[in-house]
T-cell receptor
Framework: LAKTTQPISMDSYEGQEVNITCSHN???????ITWYQQFPSQGPRFIIQ???TKVTNEVASLFIPADRKSSTLSLPRVSLSDTAVYYC?????????????FGTGTRLTIIP | NAGVTQTPKFQVLKTGQSMTLQCAQDMNHNSMYWYRQDPGMGLRLIYYSASEGTTDKGEVPNGYNVSRLNKREFSLRLESAAPSQTSVYFC????????????FGPGTRLTVT
């Protein structure tokens, strides 16, 4: 998988929009960008996945610029329940790769 | 539909003991995975099974063995537990062998003393 860089931690107030950026300068042509969310004492949960431009679902939006060297996960109007660790992964559809790792992610803390 | 289930939820072992972590999924998924997560760290892939009848090593396979018992079940065995294997173990499954849309179980918290 392509190496990714994301902030270690972020704080935000309830009701605000939160944007978490992930850098992946060596993304390959057939790589997809995937984000997971992990609450304490739980397994990660798939949030969103995209290849280019913008993807939106009921939970988040994913913005991918034309050069695809970075991506931004956007969480609208966050609440306390959005406090979690967010992981950015970049890789092909068939990863089959022993080096698959979620990295340390971004620890998002929502402040009341 | 329970999704991915893991047993046990907690386990304490002494160094040198063996145990098997069980994982089952009821989503008819083809691929299954075992990860470990150490405190403050991300998840690292131990072993995976892209389809029934196949298993392959991940990033950190040493000290572990796996068995894909059938399409539903994928077990992880520690033959001789070591303190370095103290971790939280997650099992996951996906419809096919894809990096996205993996469904995770609740985890097994293992302590080796």
């Amino acid at each position: 998988l392509a190496k990714t860089t994301q902030p270690i931690s972020m704080d935000s107030y309830e009701g605000q929009e939160v944007n978490i950026t992930c850098s992946h300068n060596n993304i390959a042509t057939n790589d997809y960008i995937t984000w997971y969310q992990q609450f304490p004492s739980q397994g990660p949960r798939f949030i969103i996945q995209g290849y280019k431009t913008k993807v939106t679902n009921e939970v988040a939006s994913l913005f991918i610029p034309a050069d695809r060297k970075s991506s931004t996960l956007s969480l609208p109007r966050v609440s306390l329940s959005d406090t979690a660790v967010y992981y950015c992964l970049v890789g092909g559809r068939n990863f089959g790769n022993e080096k698959l790792t979620f990295g340390t992610g971004t620890r998002l803390t929502i402040i009341p | 539909n329970a999704g991915v289930t893991q047993t046990p939820k907690f386990q304490v072992l002494k160094t040198g003991q063996s145990m098997t972590l069980q994982c089952a999924q009821d989503m008819n998924h083809n691929s299954m995975y075992w990860y470990r997560q150490d405190p403050g760290m991300g998840l690292r892939l131990i072993y995976y099974s892209a389809s029934e009848g196949t298993t392959d090593k991940g990033e950190v396979p040493n000290g572990y063995n796996v068995s894909r018992l059938n399409k539903r079940e994928f077990s992880l065995r520690l033959e001789s537990a070591a303190p370095s294997q103290t971790s939280v173990y997650f099992c996951a499954s996906s419809e096919v062998h894809l990096v996205y849309e993996q469904y995770f179980g609740p985890g097994t918290r293992l302590t080796v003393t």
